[in-house]
């Protein structure tokens, strides 16, 4: 098969070459992008006469029909031609004839690649935003059903002081919320439209590109060339944004799978979303969320195979650039795999509150409530501090919590304790009174729900998935 650049070369490519160099079994999912991106560029130049209105109208209809096709399945595209953009242009040409051969007039496929690449971003950028709003919903539904089961909350994975799962599933709602965040200002940040710079030096020919940029949709221009063929910054804040999306997805299904463990039990996650042992006919494991954490790390790897084959590029376009593809495309569908699983995961995940709750009554999660109970009467608080220590100590030696020891064994430490002490130390009032902004109090997880389903109605405006 001659090469499009036959005319300057002795003899055919190795086959080796061929086969190293092609990109067509990856980026022919950018078709849809290619083709829009040629049919604005080809109105652009009949608009301009840069080629007759009559031939832009051919090159219009011809790949909207190649379009259609392509979705019907109707087309298999070519090793022969490297990548998308060729195989597009080949197949425009084969049925239109001359006229094809002049879509590619004042472009280059390095201004094509990076718009191609810019749409699609832009595309699956509203596609994970909208996975992400929905796993928000879910998380205040769950959030609204739990606003009095209380449970242990944790540091160093001891038990710490009590909170709600209501409050829990909140503050995941509030990372998604910061992902949410970053991947509009990525949007926002990335919104040029790069066509028009030609090769890397843009074009002699009467191009219009604010017409081109308007029947893309873009906000603004790249404005130098050279920068708007070499640009991948909106590729490496996408992988960036998706680690840290990835993070938190990971960080909650660790949590999930233990809780789903017989040492928490906490949850429990539905048939339909657990496997089994092929050898331990007791078990139900909570494989999807261990892939989630698994997965998490090839999302982590693009972001640093773009920045890895970025660093060392003199401008403007090199073939390393080709690896930014791959990358992308992984760590998009790794992603949207993800929630799309895990979202109806936690659907069907039952909560098992009495567990929770029987949890929150060991490990005297209610010791920072007694000692503050000691202050609020005027004990110094690390004295109080120090009195519930001891406290502490004592219901351990005796086998009980802080609420069975008798008023006798509390004033045995301090003479301030009085009978109101159990009401103090009752972990649902535990709860109830921590109720400032950010507070586990039912009516204050009430207020952040609120405020998340606000968000997600004003930035779910224009749902794609
Ligand atoms: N397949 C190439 C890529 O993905 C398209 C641009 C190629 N340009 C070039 N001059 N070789 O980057």
């Known amino acids: 098969m001659a090469k499009l650049w036959s005319g300057r070369f ?14 067509i079994s990856f980026d022919q999912r950018l078709y849809r992008e290619d083709i829009t991106g040629s049919i604005a560029h080809a109105k652009m130049l009949g608009k301009q006469h840069i080629i007759a209105p009559s031939e832009a109208d051919r090159i219009v209809e011809g790949l909207n029909g190649i379009l259609r096709d392509i979705e019907d399945g109707k087309i298999t595209f070519s090793e022969d031609y490297e990548d998308i953009h060729m195989n597009v242009e080949q197949i425009l040409t084969e049925r239109i004839g001359d006229a094809g051969k002049r879509l590619h007039t004042a472009r280059s496929r390095n201004d094509q690649v990076a718009l191609d690449m810019r749409l699609y971003v832009k595309k699956e950028i509203r596609n994970i935003r909208a996975l992400v709003l929905e796993l928000m919903d ?8 739990n606003l009095h089961t209380v449970m242990p909350g944790y540091t160093h994975l001891q038990r710490a002081q009590p909170v709600t799962f209501g409050h829990y599933m909140m503050a995941y709602a509030q990372m998604l919320r910061r992902d949410v965040l970053r991947l509009e200002n990525t949007l926002e940040l990335m919104d040029d439209l790069p066509l028009g710079s030609g090769a890397l030096a843009s074009t002699t020919y009467p191009i219009d590109r604010d017409y081109v940029r308007e029947q893309l949709g873009f906000a603004r221009l790249t404005q130098n060339s050279l920068d708007g063929v070499s640009d991948r910054d909106y590729c ?5 944004d998706l680690s840290i999306l990835m993070m938190h997805l990971s960080r909650f299904s660790e949590e999930i799978i233990l809780w789903c463990s017989w040492e928490f039990k906490f949850v429990e996650l539905d048939d339909a979303f657990s496997t089994g042992s092929s050898i331990m006919p007791q078990k139900k494991n909570p494989d999807v969320c261990e892939l989630i954490r698994g997965k998490t790390g090839r999302v982590y790897g693009s972001l640093i195979t773009m920045l890895t084959f970025l660093k060392g590029l003199p401008l403007a376009y090199n073939k390393d650039m080709q690896e930014d593809k791959e990358a992308v495309f992984d760590a998009v569908d790794t992603v949207k795999m993800s929630l799309r699983v895990f979202i109806p995961m936690f659907r069907t995940m039952t909560v098992l509150p009495e ?23 005027g004990v110094p608080f ?22 069975d020891l008798t008023l006798d064994e509390f004033r045995a ?4 304790f009085d009978k109101d002490v159990y009401e103090a130390i009752d972990l649902v009032n535990c709860v109830k009174g921590r109720k400032v902004i950010g507070g586990p109090a039912p009516e204050e997880v009430q207020r952040q729900i609120r405020g998340i389903r606000d968000f997600v109605q004003e930035h779910g405006e224009d749902r794609e998935a």
Not at 413 to 416: E, L
């Open 382 to 403: 690390r004295d109080a501090y120090h009195i519930t220590g001891q406290l502490v100590a004592e219901c351990i030696r005796k086998e009980k919590g802080l609420a």
């Open 413 to 416: 430490h301090s003479a301030v």
């Open 10 to 23: 002795g003899k055919d490519t190795d086959k080796t070459v061929d086969d190293f160099n092609s990109s």
């Open 355 to 377: 567990n929770m709750k029987k949890a929150a009554s060991r490990g005297f999660i209610n010791a920072t409530d007694c000692a503050d109970y000691l202050t609020k009467k």
């Open 236 to 240: 490496v804040e996408l992988c960036a």
């Open 138 to 145: 879910a998380l205040s539904e769950s959030a609204e059903a």
